[in-house]
């Protein structure tokens, strides 16, 4: 644990990790470290949201990210709406401030919202009385995926070698330009002292990135993961891409997929991780997404319960209470 003080945390909503700092950053790390032994007990269950109601309003598909904020909030006894856009009143044509007019109207706690466009979480924050929390918004922030991928480092650190953070290096490989969760991990991780690389196709890197993110570029896949400690690939998303990015999906893994010959170049004991959904022979080769000693993939999954859990309670509660606790509530 990064132990950080649970007073740490103060914010009424969560729309990126840009502009976090650690005591912040080690306060939800600590609160999910303590309170996923929830999620191995014979009931899954505790008190201590009671009362408190949890809206996840997604605009966009998602496996992961919605099952596991509707598990957090249920396994905290809160009561959790699901709304997806192809189901609600959106597809007949409300827009998001109407939309978010008739939420205020139902005073919930807690929104968690994806959306396509960027800044769509930050729009709800200036206009609803509840907390806001981005669960991925266009182009700009994946701020939870981000922070079940620290608590998911932060587990292996001593297989690294390392006590925490500072001086690690992750390599970020892919589609960077279109990836939020590539730029929420270069914010938290440059804060946390760690050294980033991004990799990937020149057509799929932001510009001035660099400059933007405090971080090396590397265009050869082989660069970037050599001696890292860490090696995140990134899922190609080709339903962002109206134009031709690269050549076709097999010239991409060849020259950007991790493959066992890659992986080689890392530190011995790096880790592989991958946001998902998985393409299997495009971003990463099944011997390296199913090697148990080197991937820690489903591991995220499970994390990621974990760190929504703690998320929500501290937008819930705005307690301060010993994140040691909170799981005996």
Same mark, same amino acid.
């Given at each position: 644990?990064?132990?950080?003080? @649970?007073?740490?945390?103060?914010?009424?909503?969560?729309?990126?990790?840009?502009?976090?700092?650690?005591?912040?950053?080690?306060?939800?790390?600590?609160?999910?470290?303590? !309170?996923?032994?929830?999620?191995?007990?014979?009931?899954? %269950?505790?008190?201590?949201?009671?009362? %408190?109601? +949890?809206? @996840?309003?997604?605009?966009?598909?998602?496996?992961?990210?919605?099952?596991?904020?509707?598990?957090?909030? %249920?396994?905290?006894?809160?009561?959790?709406?699901?709304?997806?856009?192809?189901?609600?009143?959106?597809?007949?044509? #409300?827009?998001?401030?109407?939309?978010?007019?008739?939420?205020?109207?139902?005073?919930?706690? +807690? +929104?968690?919202?994806?959306?396509?466009?960027?800044?769509?979480?930050?729009?709800?924050?200036?206009?609803?009385?509840?907390?806001?929390?981005?669960?991925?918004?266009?182009?700009?922030?994946?701020?939870?995926?981000?922070?079940?991928?620290?608590?998911?480092?932060?587990?292996?650190?001593? %297989?690294?070698?390392?006590?925490?953070?500072?001086?690690?290096?992750?390599?970020?490989?892919?589609?960077?330009?279109?990836?939020?969760?590539?730029?929420?991990?270069?914010?938290?991780l440059r804060t946390l002292g760690?050294?980033?690389?991004?990799?990937?196709?020149?057509?799929?890197?932001?510009?001035?990135?660099?400059?933007?993110?405090?971080?090396?570029?590397?265009?050869?896949?082989?660069?970037?993961?050599?001696?890292?400690?860490?090696?995140?690939?990134?899922?190609?998303?080709?339903?962002?891409?109206?134009?031709?990015?690269?050549p076709s999906v097999r010239e991409?893994?060849?020259?950007?997929?991790?493959?066992?010959?890659?992986?080689e170049l890392t530190r011995p004991?790096?880790?592989?991780?991958?946001?998902?959904?998985? @393409?299997?022979?495009? #971003?990463?080769?099944? $011997?390296?997404? $199913? @090697?148990?000693?080197?991937?820690? !993939?489903?591991?995220?999954?499970?994390?990621?319960?974990?760190?929504?859990?703690? +998320?929500?309670?501290?937008?819930?509660?705005?307690?301060?209470?010993?994140?040691?606790?909170?799981?005996?509530?």
């Amino acid at each position: 644990m990064m132990n950080a003080d @649970n007073n740490a945390w103060s914010r009424k909503h969560l729309l990126g990790m840009d502009g976090l700092n650690r005591e912040e950053i080690g306060a939800i790390l600590d609160t999910a470290s303590a !309170i996923r032994e929830v999620n191995h007990r014979p009931i899954k %269950k505790v008190p201590i949201l009671k009362g %408190k109601t +949890v809206i @996840n309003l997604f605009y966009e598909n998602s496996t992961r990210t919605r099952t596991s904020f509707e598990l957090a909030g %249920k396994r905290m006894s809160a009561d959790v709406v699901n709304i997806s856009a192809s189901s609600s009143s959106v597809s007949k044509g #409300e827009t998001l401030l109407d939309t978010m007019a008739n939420l205020q109207a139902m005073n919930p706690d +807690v +929104v968690v919202l994806r959306h396509p466009n960027s800044g769509a979480p930050h729009f709800l924050a200036r206009h609803l009385d509840a907390g806001i929390i981005n669960a991925g918004d266009g182009q700009h922030e994946h701020p939870t995926q981000c922070l079940l991928d620290l608590l998911t480092m932060q587990d292996h650190l001593g %297989k690294m070698g390392r006590d925490n953070f500072e001086g690690m290096t992750v390599a970020i490989c892919g589609d960077v330009l279109h990836s939020r969760v590539a730029r929420s991990n270069a914010f938290a991780l440059r804060t946390l002292g760690a050294k980033v690389r991004f990799s990937g196709p020149p057509t799929l890197m932001p510009s001035r990135a660099e400059e933007v993110f405090d971080v090396t570029v590397h265009h050869r896949m082989e660069e970037a993961v050599e001696g890292a400690d860490v090696v995140m690939m990134l899922r190609l998303q080709q339903e962002r891409m109206a134009a031709a990015y690269l050549p076709s999906v097999r010239e991409y893994f060849r020259y950007w997929g991790l493959t066992r010959q890659r992986l080689e170049l890392t530190r011995p004991h790096a880790v592989v991780m991958h946001p998902g959904p998985i @393409n299997r022979g495009v #971003e990463i080769a099944t $011997d390296v997404a $199913d @090697n148990p000693n080197r991937s820690v !993939i489903l591991e995220q999954v499970t994390n990621g319960l974990a760190v929504r859990m703690a +998320v929500l309670y501290h937008l819930c509660t705005g307690a301060a209470r010993s994140a040691s606790n909170i799981a005996g509530e």
